[in-house]
């Protein structure tokens, strides 16, 4: 049950992140109501609302899972992901120096995972 907690949380970081992107691109408004400020800035709004859940979710994989493990399995997996929607939704280039980066990223990440004893399911 600790990974799926930490499975959430790197989701719902790397999905954030990605609404913050795309309400940056509008701006952030400030005029009118507060139902209007809502209205007009829902996405970044949300964002901020799953960056919330986020941390319940990776609190609860700390329970268990060393910081040690789960903090570079939450910033890797967050990072791919990320740069996986920047690439085919948000149309933004990544060129072959950063595949390399990303595939040793991927290694060290297996190597965090296969390495470590103290990974509870």
Not at 33 to 43: A, H, K, M, P, T
Not at 50 to 76: D, E, G, Q
Request: a neutral charge; aromatic letters at 16%; proline letters at 2%.
């Amino acid at each position: 049950m600790n990974l799926i907690f930490l499975a959430i949380a790197f989701t719902l970081n790397a999905t954030a992140n990605v609404l913050l992107k795309i309400g940056a691109s509008s701006g952030f408004h400030m005029d009118g109501s507060i139902l209007q400020v809502l209205r007009d800035n829902y996405v970044p709004i949300l964002g901020l609302i799953l960056f919330a859940l986020n941390v319940v979710f990776y609190f609860l994989a700390l329970r268990s899972i060393p910081l040690s493990i789960a903090y570079p399995i939450m910033t890797i997996m967050s990072f791919l992901i990320i740069n996986g929607v920047a690439y085919f939704y948000l149309n933004e280039n990544i060129n072959a120096g950063q595949l390399v980066g990303y595939g040793f990223l991927v290694i060290g990440l297996f190597c965090i995972f296969y390495f470590s004893d103290k990974i509870t399911a």
